[in-house]
């Protein structure tokens, strides 16, 4: 038996954002190694696909801006578990525009999913966790953007930068106690995350389909992060940074000179996806 199967074998997982992309992939990733895995998504169909093919896995809708109905669903698994392992608040959203292009709505579906949907499951989970018996983890998906500053993603940066953050704070105030966080910042994978963000300004079409193409064929395996995390949550570790050569580089640049990584980011932007309309 492997170390990830050792570990998380028998292990009851909650994932959010389930259906596809990261959270596919961590979802599989627990299955194959003897976890029982809750798959959750706004997308019951894509959610319902990931579960069938995982031992025991089961398929929910959720969605996690909705406090209620993640109460309701965490009321029903520890009624039928009687106890939560893992919790990863993964499910988000990605938006890409000027400050000035921005719409509030823009920033409230940000705030909304991206830092209320994990505060949603925090809630609901976490003082259940802290009356088992045994270790548990909380895993929250921020990103890249949330140590490394993104132009043309304030919003999103933004959102991102809370979940550090809350995280942070989360993991110092349950030093010692029976659950741990881990913090995914992860950075350019190949999922469908692009084609289904919001995109404002004039050339925002044409700069979705080069960023597509970019995170086609540059991004990560969303397979290798599953294994990245579940190595680093098995491992009790604070931050998961990943590919490391790109988001710990960026991150470590980030703090040594911060002026050079806005000119560095807003470079990079550019390349991928192309320069603002003037």
């Known amino acids: 038996m492997s170390q990830l199967a050792h ?15 990261i959270g596919r992939a961590i979802a599989t990733l627990l299955g194959a190694n ?3 895995v809750y798959c959750l998504d706004i997308n019951l169909n ?3 696909a990931v579960a069938a093919s995982l031992p025991g896995g089961q398929a929910f809708a959720l969605d996690v801006a909705d406090a209620g109905a993640v109460t309701a669903f965490a009321d029903r698994v520890y009624a039928q578990e009687g106890r939560v392992d893992l919790l990863f608040n993964n499910a988000g959203v990605g938006h890409s525009g000027l400050f000035v ?4 709505a823009d920033w409230k579906l940000m705030l909304d999913v991206n830092v209320m949907g994990v505060v949603h499951g925090i809630n609901a989970f976490l003082p259940r966790m802290l009356k088992q018996t045994g270790p548990c983890h ?3 998906t921020a990103s890249g953007a949330g140590i490394i500053p993104m132009p043309r993603a304030a919003p999103y940066c933004a959102a991102k930068h809370a979940v550090v953050g809350l995280s942070q704070s989360l993991a110092a105030e349950l030093y010692g106690t029976s659950v741990s966080v881990t ?6 994978i190949n999922t469908d995350i692009i084609k289904n963000t919001t995109m404002r300004g004039s050339t925002a079409a044409t700069r979705q389909e080069q960023a597509a193409q970019h995170y086609a064929a540059k991004g ?3 397979d290798l992060v599953a294994r990245d995390v579940l190595e680093d949550v098995r491992n009790r570790k604070l931050f998961c940074t990943t590919p490391r050569n790109e988001v710990w580089v ?12 806005q000119r560095l980011m807003r470079w990079r932007m550019e390349k991928v996806s192309g320069a603002d309309a003037k």
């Open 46 to 48: 894509a959610a319902q």
């Open 7 to 21: 570990y998380y074998n028998n292990k009851v997982a909650v994932v959010t954002g389930a259906g596809a992309g």
């Open 250 to 261: 960026g991150w470590l640049l980030q703090r040594l000179s911060p002026t050079f990584m």
């Open 183 to 188: 913090i995914l910042c992860p950075g350019t």
């Open 138 to 140: 909380i895993i929250n």
């Open 220 to 222: 990560t395996s969303p």
């Open 34 to 36: 003897g976890a029982r």
């Open 101 to 104: 292009d921005c719409e509030l």
